[in-house]
């Protein structure tokens, strides 16, 4: 499947661009989405985007089937993590559960199509109107395809023209998902600007800043202080920094046969998109109790990373991120030799998985690639002040824990500063209308129209 050159992102890696260049691409988007987007209802918005993330669900959609053959050497995965959360991604797209979102967003169904009111807000003789940007402006950060995919979602749903800059090496997947659009609707495909290069294009950017109304940012705290004082005072800016997350694991549900259940919860979590989001886990805390220290759940969780791996391999790391866990591996090595607080278990032969136990129940960065801790504790409130050097940037915690126990533990994590509490084995699956860090995702796009009868 040979793709046409819609985007800047078709075109050959030796391609430059010139500011003047830019500048007609956003012009030209303004225009489209004048003619194509700006007057599209909700409804048909929708539906399109239902249907196209329905097609990405069929094995023999030739786009699925392109990211499928070429994604692991364009993105780093293996084939079958691509499969799995994309799977998991396109899923959350349905008619009912956009729909859903814009009501939690906005409050109505229809405000982003004309003036429209809650029963309170008829009873007080007011409406409101939600208008979206006329373009946006998104700065992608990291490996992950599915933040840059859910914006350009939001963004149309706004009705936004949009230019989404991928770093280095990361168009492949969002560059597919427009031309799936396109080809479902070239009309709207027209209103988005893929494009790929290299950060410090200061002049390039320049012009972006200046001519959108909003600019979003996924990244580094630094890079999003730095577009803070690039950015124009009067333009919009969303920007999601680096969070980290965590599990955490109860007695009770870490006791008998629930051990093996937990196991298999945590290694879903360590492997999706090799763990390498913002909500994948790089401790497991394990309350002490029920006869065990965590040990027992370390171990188990080993056995079931070496599972997967046979069925679900992880992708091939930089040769820095291997040099860096084959590192890590022999300082624990080293540990485990010398003190019965540390043991470790890691893959044969490759740096594809490491569990390494810990009685210091301090919050451990993970080197990630499926690299974990697992840290006993005594109750949730010493894991929270084990981890209070990162109290503020924890965005999900996988939670292990009885129907009953799970209500207050929440509370108790959201009180704490966490954005997100979901069952162990879910977090790198959050639904559609989740608030990215707390935020509303929708709702922060739009400028509201008050209309008082």
Known sequence: MNLPNYFLADLPPEATF????????????????????????????????????????????????????????????????????????????????????????????????????????????????????????????????????????????????????CPTGGSFLPRLFAHSLYETDHKLGACLEIAEWRGGAGALEAVLFQTADCVTATGGDELLVDLRGRIPAGTRFLGYGHRVSFGY?????AAGNGARRVAAAAAADVVAWDQLGCLSPHVIYVETGAGHGGELLAELLAVELERRETVEPRGVPPPESAATIASRRGLYEVRAAHSPDTRHWASANSTAWTVVYEADPRFQVSCLHRFIYVKPVRDLAEALQSADAVRG?????????????????????????????????????PPLAWRHDGRPALADLVTWTDWEQ
Request: hydrophobic share 45%.
């Open 18 to 165: 010139s500011p003047a260049m830019m500048e007609e691409a956003c012009r030209a988007l303004k225009r489209n989405r004048e003619q194509y987007l700006a007057g599209r209802s909700t409804a048909s918005l929708v539906r399109l985007l239902a249907d196209v993330a329905d097609n990405w669900l069929q094995s023999d959609y030739p786009f699925r089937q392109l990211a499928l053959a070429e994604g692991p050497a364009a993105t780093g995965f293996g084939a079958a993590t691509l499969a799995a959360g994309l799977d998991g991604f396109f899923r959350e797209i349905t008619a009912d559960k956009l729909n859903a979102l814009i009501v939690q967003d906005l409050g109505h169904a229809q405000r982003l199509d004309s003036p429209a009111a809650t029963p309170a807000e008829m009873k007080a003789q007011r409406a409101a109107l939600a208008t979206g940007p006329e373009l946006i402006f998104h700065i992608a950060g990291g490996r992950l395809p599915n933040p840059a995919l859910l914006s350009l979602i939001l963004g149309l749903l706004s009705r936004s023209a949009q230019v989404l800059k």
């Open 249 to 253: 694991v109860t007695a009770d549900a």
């Open 393 to 429: 940037r924890v965005s999900t915690v996988g939670l292990a824990a009885a129907e009953e126990q799970a209500s207050a533990l929440a509370a108790q994590l959201g009180r704490w500063g966490v954005t997100r509490v979901c069952p162990l084995g879910r977090m790198q699956q």
